[in-house]
């Protein structure tokens, strides 16, 4: 019997996690918030079509746990991948600083 997992959730969770995305809670940058998504395919593990974050779309409060169906190519892992970006909260009024939040993680295997 094979007892390798073969899928896998990610819930992100914190008071950092708001409905656009992560606050900037404690750092001096001003007005500005991290857009944080997941990736899939292309080398990375595959999302799966009913995961509550969608891939490509932001992770923020209500869409936070991103459900993979293809975490293995053969017996390899394969590497769960986001990218991250700093945005405006209001579209123009950035103020340049350092950006740091309160959120974290956690990873079930299936």
Do not use: C, R
């Not at 390798?4 to 606050?23: C, F, K, N, R, Y």
């Not at 990375?44 to 923020?60: F, L, T």
């Amino acid at each position: 019997m094979n007892d390798q997992a073969t899928l896998a959730e990610i819930t992100w969770e914190g008071a950092g996690l708001t409905d656009h995305g992560l606050a900037n809670m404690y750092g001096t940058a001003k007005g500005v918030h991290a857009e944080l998504k997941a990736l899939s395919g292309s080398g990375s593990a595959a999302i799966d079509s009913g995961s509550s974050v969608a891939a490509d779309a932001i992770i923020k409060t209500g869409f936070q746990t991103v459900s993979y169906s293809t975490i293995l190519n053969g017996d390899i892992p394969l590497p769960f991948e986001y990218a991250v970006k700093i945005a405006s909260d209001d579209g123009n009024n950035m103020k340049s600083g350092t950006f740091d939040t309160d959120v974290s993680y956690t990873v079930a295997y299936q």
